[in-house]
């Protein structure tokens, strides 16, 4: 999962200034914006992991983020000290343009029904940055990093798209909570990553079964089959349609002329 987050932050924009252990920290390249992210990476793949001790996983990040010990600076202090240097105004800003993203490796997708209330909780908590949590699996990661190596020429974000464009697999994630695929990995993506777009990906209407008949059909026979459709009851039209001329003399050497062609 880190190798994809890191692909997607830095097609954004975003560079990786920081890291100690599980704990990530993204700031935008351009000067123009200022954004941070916190990614702390959870692993949870033991079955028995109660809310408590979820919960306890989640809340890690916001004890080390105020935590200064004696011998040790809290997160945010590691943080502000990167930006000393550069720009002191940056790091006053970095508690209200930070935002934490905890992707959480569990071993299946079912256990996620009994954590959904707590991490509601913990998306909704108020102090010091914004909190998006990021479930997931090593099948949906497998699954995705191999439909990526299938277009080096792709941009990763139009492959997500392409992937999130699937009609089919949306109405099957509707119907079931959980596919454990790479598809429900990159609605997650999408709905938890707060930068992250969809690109639409236009399609071309799907052509009715009787304008896929017109098109094959050749022009006159395309004249004929127009005035069926319309009730056409005049002879006089489909005379027109095959280029009779009017009178009847001249009808009957022409159609004469035609009956001799086709013998």
Excluded at 208 to 215: C, L, M, T
Aim: charged share 30%; hydrophobic share 35%.
């Amino acid at each position: 999962m880190r190798e994809l987050i890191q692909q997607i932050f830095r097609a954004y924009g975003f560079g990786e200034k920081w890291q100690d252990d599980s704990i990530e920290f993204y700031s935008a390249e351009s000067e123009e914006k200022t954004s941070f992210f916190l990614i702390d990476y959870i692993e949870a793949t033991n079955e028995g992991i109660t809310d408590f001790e979820m919960l306890t996983m989640l809340k890690r990040l916001e004890k080390d983020y105020i935590d200064e010990s004696t011998n040790e600076k809290g997160v945010k202090r590691k943080i502000q000290e990167l930006f000393v240097n550069d720009n002191a105004s940056i790091a006053a800003q970095i508690d209200k343009n930070t935002s934490a993203i905890f992707p959480i490796k569990l071993e299946s997708l079912n256990n996620l029904d009994k954590y959904r209330n707590l991490i509601y909780s913990v998306e909704e908590s108020p102090h010091y940055f914004r909190r998006f949590v990021l479930p997931y699996t090593d099948k949906q990661v497998e699954e995705l990093k191999k439909i990526i190596s299938d277009y080096p020429e792709k941009n990763i974000v139009n492959i997500l798209s392409e992937i999130a464009n699937q009609e089919e697999a949306y109405y099957e994630l509707a119907g079931h909570r959980n596919l454990d695929n790479a598809y429900e990995l990159v609605i997650r993506l999408f709905s938890k990553i707060p930068f992250l777009q969809y690109n639409f990906v236009a399609q071309q209407k799907p052509m009715s079964v009787e304008k896929r008949i017109e098109s094959e059909m050749d022009a006159e026979l395309l004249k004929y089959h127009t005035l069926i459709c319309d009730n056409c009851v005049d002879i006089d039209e489909y005379i027109k349609a095959s280029n009779l001329p009017d009178d009847d003399v001249a009808i009957e050497a022409e159609m004469k002329k035609r009956m001799e062609k086709r013998g």
